[in-house]
């Protein structure tokens, strides 16, 4: 199992910013990915970011060139820098990590964090 659990999240102004993190743990073997991904009131979630751990990076239009995902490696972090807020990126946004299952090549589990709540006031 793998446990993750975000922190950074809070209330902001228009055109502020916002740090997450996510600290993993537990039974991690080498990710295939991992990324962030949100969900406002009455809608899907969606990724906004994700990152491979050679660097490799995606973002969806909506947040590309606002957004910044990272990761640490050997501490097992990963963040989204998160600048020029807008109030429709108001969420709680989930850490996301894709680890291979072991002995089934070519499967994955996805784990999810709990969240953090983003809000951001007009």
């Known amino acids: 199992q793998v446990q993750l659990v975000e922190s950074g999240g809070g209330l902001v102004q228009a055109g502020g910013s916002l740090r997450l993190s996510c600290k993993a743990s537990?039974?991690?073997?080498?990710?295939?990915?991992m990324g962030w991904a949100r969900q406002a009131p009455g809608k899907q979630r969606e990724l906004v970011a994700a990152i491979t751990p050679s660097g490799l990076t995606k973002y969806a239009d909506s947040v590309k060139g606002r957004f910044t995902v990272s990761n640490l490696n050997a501490e097992n972090m990963l963040y989204l820098q998160m600048t020029s807020l807008k109030p429709e990126d108001t969420a709680v946004y989930f850490c996301?990590?894709?680890?291979?299952?072991?002995?089934?090549?070519?499967?994955?589990?996805?784990?999810w964090g709990e969240g953090t709540q983003v809000t951001v006031s007009s």
């Open positions: 996301v990590w894709n680890v291979p299952r072991e002995g089934q090549p070519g499967f994955s589990t996805d784990y």
């Open positions: 537990g039974k991690i073997s080498s990710a295939n990915s």
